[in-house]
C-alpha cells in the first residue's frame, strides 16, 4: 500500500510502500478514493503541531470499506464511508449531551498517534508508522477505528465526502450550532479558506446579513463573492473595524476567526457590536498566546469562544449537510479547489502554503 509519510518537520512528505494490517476489534480497513488537503496536515508537516514520527498525514478522507474486524456490526464491506477525525465513544458525559467533538476519549489519537485500542496497523519493514488523528487518509488505504467512520450514501461524490468531514462541517457547523438567529445579522468572517468559505456557506443558508469576508488574496475574496458573501475585505489595504463599522453602522454580531493568529483575533474583537461574539476555529502553534483588551470585554459586553470541529454532533450534522448539498442548498462542487494524485502531495501542501484557492483534494481513484 502506498502513502505519504512524513518522516521529519519541515521536510516533504515520502512516497512509501507501507504494510497495513488487518482490522483489529471494533476496527475497519478503508480503501481511500479522495482527502481533502487541509492546514493542520500543514501544520503537522512544518512542525507547528508535534507529532510522533514516521507518520502518515492526513485526516479529511472518504472511500468504501473492504474489511471490518471482529465486533464492527453496524459497518460491512462496500459500504460508502466518510472518516472523522474525532472518535465519539458513544457513553461519555460529552456524547450523551449531544457534543461529541468533546469526547473524553477524542484527545487519545492525538497524544498516542494510535488508534483506540492501542498501537499501530501501519509498518515499513520493522518499523512503525503512526496515524494523524487515527486517520493517516494520505494514503490508498487506512485502518481506523469504527467510532471514526460514518456511512453516507452511495451518490455523493467522494471528494465532496471528504472535505465535508472536516472544513464543511467546522465551517458551516460554527454558524449553525453557536449562532442562534443569526438571520438578518451580520456575520464576519477572517480566512477565505476552506473552513472559512465554509462559513460564508453556512450564513447565506441561514440568512445572515450582511455577510463580510476579510482576506489578503484577491482570489480568495472573489471565491468568498461567488458562494455568498456580501462583503469583501482586503485586510492589505483596508482597516478591517473600519470597514466593518461603516458596513454594518454597529459592528458585526458575530465573528468567525478561521486564521488562528493574534493579529486576527484583534480584527474581530474590534470589529463586534456591543454584545458580540467572536469564534476560534482556526488553530495556531501550542504555545500561542492571546491579548485582549480586558475592559472592552466587560464594558461592551463581547465574548471570545473556541469551537471544535463547528460544536457539530458530527453523527447527526454531517448527514444533514449531505441532505442540503444532494437537494442542491449549499454549493459544495464550488468549493472544491484543485485536484491532486498521491505522488503530488507535496505540491498541494505547498498550494495551501501559497494561499490556493478552495479546498484542494487528492484524489486515489
Not at 468504501?64 to 461519555?92: F, H, M, S, Y
Not at 475592559?295 to 441532505?323: H, T
Request: aromatic share 2%.
Amino acid at each position: 500500500m502506498r502513502a505519504a509519510v512524513l518522516r521529519s518537520p519541515h521536510h516533504p512528505l515520502t512516497i512509501e510502500d507501507l504494510t497495513l494490517g488487518a482490522p483489529r476489534t471494533g476496527e475497519v480497513r478503508v480503501r481511500i478514493e479522495a482527502t481533502g488537503v487541509c492546514h493542520s496536515d500543514l501544520h503537522y508537516a512544518r512542525g507547528d503541531l508535534p507529532s510522533r514520527v514516521p507518520i502518515v498525514l492526513g485526516h479529511e478522507g472518504a472511500g468504501v470499506v473492504v474489511e471490518v474486524g471482529p465486533g464492527v456490526e453496524a459497518l460491512a464491506p462496500g459500504d460508502k464511508v466518510v472518516l472523522t477525525w474525532r472518535p465519539r465513544c458513544g457513553q461519555c458525559e460529552y456524547c450523551s449531551s449531544g457534543r461529541p467533538g468533546l469526547c473524553v476519549r477524542g484527545r487519545v489519537h492525538a497524544e498516542s498517534n494510535g488508534l483506540l485500542r492501542g498501537g499501530t496497523r501501519l509498518h515499513a519493514g520493522d518499523e512503525e508508522v503512526h496515524h494523524l488523528m487515527g486517520l493517516s487518509c494520505f494514503a490508498e488505504e487506512c485502518v481506523v477505528s469504527q467510532e471514526s467512520v460514518l456511512r453516507v450514501p452511495d451518490d455523493i461524490p467522494s471528494d465532496i465526502a471528504a472535505i465535508v468531514g472536516c472544513a464543511v462541517v467546522t465551517g458551516m457547523g460554527v454558524v449553525l450550532n453557536r449562532m442562534p438567529g443569526a438571520a438578518g445579522q451580520a456575520i464576519l468572517v477572517i480566512g477565505a479558506g476552506g473552513v472559512g468559505l465554509s462559513a460564508i456557506i453556512g450564513a447565506k443558508l441561514v440568512g445572515a446579513h450582511p455577510i463580510i469576508a476579510v482576506d489578503i488574496s484577491d482570489e480568495k475574496l472573489d471565491k468568498a463573492r461567488e458562494l455568498g458573501a456580501t462583503h469583501v475585505i482586503d485586510s492589505r489595504r483596508q482597516d478591517v473595524a473600519q470597514e466593518v463599522l461603516a458596513i454594518t453602522g454597529t459592528g458585526a454580531q458575530w465573528a468567525v476567526d478561521a486564521i488562528g493568529r493574534q493579529e486576527t483575533v484583534t480584527q474581530a474583537m474590534a470589529s463586534l457590536r456591543p454584545g458580540g461574539t467572536t469564534f476560534m476555529v482556526g488553530l495556531g502553534g501550542p504555545a500561542d498566546q492571546l491579548s485582549v483588551p480586558l475592559n472592552n470585554l466587560v464594558q461592551a459586553e463581547k465574548s471570545l469562544q473556541g469551537s471544535l470541529y463547528g460544536s457539530s454532533n458530527i453523527g447527526v450534522q454531517l448527514p444533514r449537510i449531505l441532505d442540503l448539498y444532494r437537494a442542491g442548498r449549499i454549493p459544495l462542487d464550488r468549493l472544491r479547489g484543485r485536484a491532486y494524485r498521491l505522488d503530488d502531495v507535496n505540491d498541494a501542501l505547498a498550494g495551501l502554503a501559497g494561499g490556493a484557492v478552495g479546498r484542494a483534494v487528492i484524489s486515489m481513484t
